[in-house]
């Protein structure tokens, strides 16, 4: 309804409008032209997207952000989350985010280390602590090292805070490596809502 959108959109607009106002509180035409109509569209497609990420996605959104630093990213790995809609398929899910088709892919068991269930979230963390141990130990200096260690310890603590079974039917790891054009290895925790879309985590280890 119009009144629910102009709800959803007045504290986006009351900031907005707040912040080109003068000195005197006062707003004229050459202050509106200050408008940054892209934050509102994004505020209302909010709307038909469900409800505002939840303070544990926000967590681990913002962890992995935090990876995206030199020592890392200079040396090939990277970290991604992404949302799939409902009616996707794991195996899409997991062909779109390796670049391999379902075809080439095969059965999934076949295809790489899989684990199910809400222990596979656990699993997962783990991965990233000794990935993290592994990658401190080739750091040049002690304040590389406390910052790797950081950077991966918070990616999975906020894996554990966010994909829990009261959020989530259906949790899938695959760890996967292929040895040509050098050594890399792929590491996913796929996660289904109860509303049947998905949520994947992608941790890439491609040294160059």
């Known amino acids: 309804t ?5 709800a959803q959109l007045k504290p986006d607009l009351t900031r907005a409008v707040a912040s080109i106002a003068g000195r005197d509180g006062m707003v004229d035409a050459a ?3 200050k408008l940054r109509v892209a934050e509102l569209r994004t505020r209302a497609a909010s709307l038909f997207e469900g409800s505002a990420p939840s303070a544990a996605r926000a967590s681990l959104d913002a962890a992995v952000k935090r990876t995206d630093f030199p020592r890392l990213t200079e040396y090939g790995m990277a970290f991604g989350v992404t949302n799939y809609p409902a009616g996707t398929s794991l195996e899409d899910v997991i062909a ?6 379902p075809e080439d892919m095969g059965p999934l068991a076949d295809w790489g ?3 199910n269930g809400p222990a596979a979230v656990k699993s997962y963390a783990s991965l990233l602590r000794k990935a993290a141990k592994d990658q401190a130990e080739g750091a040049e200096d002690a304040a590389d090292a406390a ?9 999975a603590t906020a894996v554990t805070g966010y994909f829990n079974p009261s959020e989530f ?11 040509e054009d050098g050594d890399l290895e792929q590491n996913l925790l796929v996660a289904q809502k109860k509303d049947g879309s998905w949520v994947a985590l992608n941790y890439t280890d491609f040294p160059f």
Do not use: L, R
Request: without cysteine; charged residues 30%.
């Open 113 to 115: 280390d899989v684990s």
């Open 169 to 179: 039917k259906k949790f899938v790891t695959v760890s996967h490596s292929i040895a």
């Open 96 to 101: 779109k985010e390796t670049d391999i088709t």
């Open 147 to 155: 910052k790797i260690t950081k950077a991966f310890g918070d990616v």
């Open 31 to 33: 202050d509106v032209q």
């Open 2 to 6: 119009v009144n629910k959108a102009v």
